[in-house]
């Protein structure tokens, strides 16, 4: 609550601070006054204060360590949220569908995905900034360096196009987008830069521009007045400058004008009348007259051809010249020889006259210049030579017409003198000449106008090739509402459905319309982004077609702004992208379903590529390795297990990749956590559609259960070897010994028959004792057998404990047989814990210490020493003494049921068989040491320190 209440504060740790010095004030200025009002002994006054201080000074400390843990916790679950916002942003970045790569502040690279290696082939050096830079195209690492670099400074997104060496070593262009990327303490961090092959699209681009530009150019610089309009509303779509001129009208005004504004009213019936008739693609007429802006005509020949439909538009390119002087010129020629021959001799056209056979009569100075040649009489040679090979035909049966209408005008391809071939437009008018048929032949260079309409022509079909074959469709729209379209490729009908004269000016359907209802928003929030900076954008949205089937598209568009900086209207590309979003979203899935199997197998598998490092695995493996999969991706086996043990899996991989196929193998496995496992491991060898290796897939199987229960059977088998084997010799010893106290009492009792029949007390007595010996001696017998049985048999809980209390207890057990042997037991008092049968122990030392107090030397003071020591990391616990000792041939034999050094000593020859059972039953090992004779003996065992 109250740390609730200090945040809700504008500045809490100044309210904190604020509050701290008003009570410490309050505090000093007080709690004097008070003391002394309660305390009058000087003494205890100064006791108190004494407390009062050192109370002040707790309490400070105590609010100081609550404030800084309260700090310090919060501090932690940020960090804690920090690391798992960049594990799931490296994750989402590293699965990205585009290449991505990021920077520090200083422009090293600190991360690339896997579709960056996938596109380009290159690992980014991470010890360099800007370090691939190596594979971007030369003439672009300036502009590169230039833009990254203030990026950087200015942190601020930027982009660019440029061309970057892939994979294949090819030059490709991309549009690479980067942003900056800030902490949550929002300090600049670096880059964040995302990878867009775009190299067919700059292609297909590239063309249409230089096809536009060409023609553009032809267009505007053409000499003559050029103009496109609309066969429907004889709108006028287009001029260029030469028009413009020649009319009086800016662009601006005559792009709000129709044909008829061009045209006198008397002229507007016939020019209606003939539109209304059918067009042919290419036309050419004159004797009409045309309407300049300040009112004046002129006479006009026209030249005309329909250009590629768009949509439904229907649209003719038309070349006006002002042929007002020719008109002009042949009204004149009629008003007498003398002007005629003024207007012959300095025409700008070429002019000849012809007899009846065609003969040159006559020629002007402009037809000796365009031809190559100054006449030198009149007696020039035939018109045919003059006209060229591909032309001659016609233009002789052009010639033939003349006879009997009165002029032609047309194109053809005449012959200069040099032998050049060069088109002219001529225009030719038959007269009477002294009774005979003569000829004027007027003609003009119009080879460079010609070149141009035909790279004119040759523009507009390779633009309208270009734009039909184009993947999806090309467009140019409004930014209204419905996103109007001005012109739109054939490619709509085969993305929508929709014939292009259905979309055009929203005929039937406006695009917007089209765009499916949940994108439109999304849409026109890109595209009105792309246009307020100016530069090209794209966006991605779904379309809804006329069969109404949804369908993915890609769309990349531009502003189009006039000379004042308006827009006018956008021009892009719009692409069918549903086949590549239905293989990404096919692509996730997959990788998800795999994920999902690989991830529910209920065993450890993992993978890896050739150099070793891990680049996945399932969560079976995570478990056993007790690692998260962030901490495993990325690593090798030396990053993760002992050297020893990395050796062990990096030997059998270079041997997996010799073979090339497939590998199994048992081996054990030390976790990096301590434990041991025995694992079956199978693995094979990956490769990708090419036959390159790309890594090994593995997964191995815990069969540690089964090794340890086949250790068991084996400890078994070879336990039930021994015990037949001490059964025989048991059986062989049973019958020995037992055999031998009955054949004793039995030799006895007839002894005692006959010492009865003679009344010889005293040899009865002795027989009596003797029979009471051997009934003893079998007695003991048959209680070590029967406790020997149970060693096996009897199995107590086993428990941590200490030898040294152990010990402590088997000598006040033995207390009284110690006594009276005057024996010296020394105890080590710090022998260590074990994990064991508590009970069966104690059995183990007191045979131990038995059996060196029996075998002591009769005239020396029994000394038993009960300690341990460490050999190999292991406790040896030892019961030493100074008796008989035992010489090295029988330190194994010792240990045998009912194997006794000397037939004649005390006891059954159990004992130390029952020591050997007790320890092998907790799966330790015991032995002897001895120098020999009177040398004593060392008994020595192990037991497990540890659970």
């Not at 521009?209 to 150019?217: I, L």
């Amino acid at each position: 609550m109250w740390k609730k209440q200090i945040l809700q504060k504008k500045k809490p740790a100044l309210w904190v601070a604020v509050s701290y010095v008003i009570f410490g004030v309050l505090w000093i200025l007080f709690s004097d006054t008070l003391v002394a009002m309660l305390v009058e002994d000087p003494m205890l006054l100064t006791r108190v204060q004494t407390y009062k201080g050192w109370g002040f000074v707790m309490g400070s400390g105590a609010l100081i360590y609550f404030i800084m843990s309260w700090i310090l916790h919060d501090l932690r679950q940020a960090k804690l949220n920090i690391l798992e916002n960049e594990s799931l942003q490296h994750d989402f970045l590293n699965r990205h569908y585009q290449p991505i790569w990021q920077t520090d502040i200083y422009g090293h690279c600190i991360f690339y995905n896997d579709k960056w290696i996938e596109f380009t082939g290159y690992p980014i050096p991470k010890d360099k900034p800007l370090s691939w830079i190596e594979i971007i195209h030369t003439d672009d690492k300036p502009l590169y360096i230039d833009k990254f670099s203030q990026g950087l400074i200015n942190k601020d997104t930027f982009s660019l196009e440029y061309r970057i060496l892939d994979k294949d070593g090819n030059y490709r262009w991309v549009f690479n987008s980067c942003i900056p990327r800030f902490g949550n303490d929002k300090k600049f961090q670096g880059i964040i830069g995302f990878l867009f092959d775009i190299d067919e699209k700059k292609q297909l681009t590239e063309k249409y521009k230089n096809s536009s530009r060409r023609y553009g150019y032809l267009f505007d610089n053409n000499p003559h007045s050029m103009m496109v309009y609309d066969l429907q509303d004889l709108r006028i779509l287009e001029v260029n400058k030469a028009a413009q001129y020649q009319y009086g009208y800016s662009e601006e005004e005559m792009l709000n004008l129709t044909l008829l504004d061009l045209r006198p009213a008397s002229e507007i019936p016939a020019f209606l009348s003939q539109m209304a008739d059918s067009m042919p693609d290419y036309q050419r007429s004159s004797g009409w007259l045309h309407k300049r802006k300040d009112g004046s005509v002129f006479n006009a020949e026209i030249i005309a051809h329909s250009l590629p439909e768009a949509g439904n538009r229907k649209t003719r390119l038309v070349l006006v010249m002002d042929i007002t002087e020719q008109v002009e010129t042949f009204k004149t020629a009629k008003e007498g020889q003398r002007r005629f021959a003024k207007i012959f001799d300095y025409s700008p056209y070429a002019i000849l006259i012809l007899d009846d056979n065609l003969m040159i009569k006559q020629a002007n100075a402009s037809a000796s210049r365009i031809l190559g040649s100054l006449p030198a009489s009149l007696n020039m040679g035939g018109f045919p030579d003059i006209v060229a090979d591909s032309s001659k035909e016609t233009m002789l049966a052009e010639m033939e017409k003349l006879t009997q209408q009165n002029h032609i005008l047309g194109e053809a391809d005449f012959v200069r003198q040099s032998g050049e071939q060069f088109h002219v437009e001529y225009h030719a008018v038959s007269f009477q000449e002294s009774g005979k048929l003569n000829y004027y032949f007027s003609f003009n260079d119009i080879d460079q106008k010609f070149k141009t309409q035909q790279a004119l022509r040759e523009s507009e079909s390779i633009n309208a090739t270009l734009v039909s074959n184009l993947p999806g469709m090309a467009f140019r729209c409004l930014t209204d509402k419905k996103w109007t379209m001005l012109f739109i490729s054939s490619g709509v009908e085969k993305l929508t459905g929709y014939r292009p004269y259905e979309v055009l000016n929203n005929n039937r359907i406006a695009y917007e319309e089209i765009i499916y209802d949940e994108d439109r928003r999304h849409v026109r929030d890109e595209v009105e982004k792309g246009l307020s900076k100016n530069q090209k954008y794209q966006v991605r949205y779904r379309i809804k077609s006329k069969e109404g089937k949804l369908i993915w598209v890609w769309e990349q568009s531009h502003g189009v702004f006039n000379e004042k900086n308006e827009l006018k209207y956008i021009e892009g590309f719009i692409l069918d992208i549903t086949k590549e979003i239905d293989a990404m979203q096919e692509a996730e899935f997959q990788s998800y379903f795999l994920r999902l199997i690989v991830d529910n197998i209920p065993f450890p598998l993992f993978y890896k590529d050739v150099k070793g490092v891990y680049t996945g695995c399932n969560n079976s493996f995570c478990e056993y390795l007790g690692m998260p999969r962030e901490e495993i991706i990325g690593k090798t086996v030396y990053d993760i297990f002992e050297k020893s043990q990395a050796d062990v899996f990096h030997e059998k991989d270079q041997e997996l990749y010799e073979l090339g196929s497939s590998q199994s193998y048992q081996t054990n496995v030390r976790f990096p956590d301590g434990r041991l496992m025995d694992a079956v491991f199978h693995k094979i060898v990956f490769h990708d559609h090419n036959g390159k290796t790309l890594g090994i897939i593995g997964l191995y199987f815990d069969i540690t259960k089964r090794v340890e229960a086949e250790k068991v059977i084996r400890q078994q088998m070879d336990e039930l070897e021994r015990i037949n084997s001490e059964l025989e010799r048991f059986s062989y010893s049973v019958s020995h010994d037992l055999r031998s106290p009955l054949v004793t009492i039995k030799g006895f009792l007839g002894l005692l028959k006959e010492d009865l029949k003679e009344g010889n007390q005293q040899d009865v007595d002795e027989n009596i004792m003797r029979i009471e010996n051997a009934t003893d001696k079998m007695q003991d017998l048959l209680e070590d057998l029967l406790h020997l049985s149970r060693v096996g048999r009897i199995v107590n809980p086993y428990e941590e404990f200490s030898m040294t209390t152990v010990a402590y207890e088997v000598k006040e057990l033995l207390f009284g047989v110690i006594r009276e042997k005057g024996c010296e037991i020394i105890i080590d008092e710090e022998m260590p814990e074990v994990y064991a049968d508590k009970s069966r122990t104690r059995e183990l030392y007191q045979n131990l210490i038995e059996n060196a107090i029996k075998f002591s030397v009769n005239e020396q003071k029994p000394v038993i020493k009960i300690y341990h020591r460490n050999e190999d990391d292991k406790a040896v616990f030892c019961v030493e003494d100074n008796g008989i000792g035992i010489p090295e041939a029988y330190h194994d034999k010792i240990f045998g049921l009912f194997n006794k050094l000397d037939n004649n000593s005390l006891g059954t020859g159990v004992g130390l068989s029952l020591v050997k059972n007790i320890v092998e039953n907790h799966n330790g090992k015991v032995w002897v040491e001895s120098q020999g004779h009177n040398k004593g003996s060392v008994f020595c065992f192990t037991l497990n320190t540890q659970a």
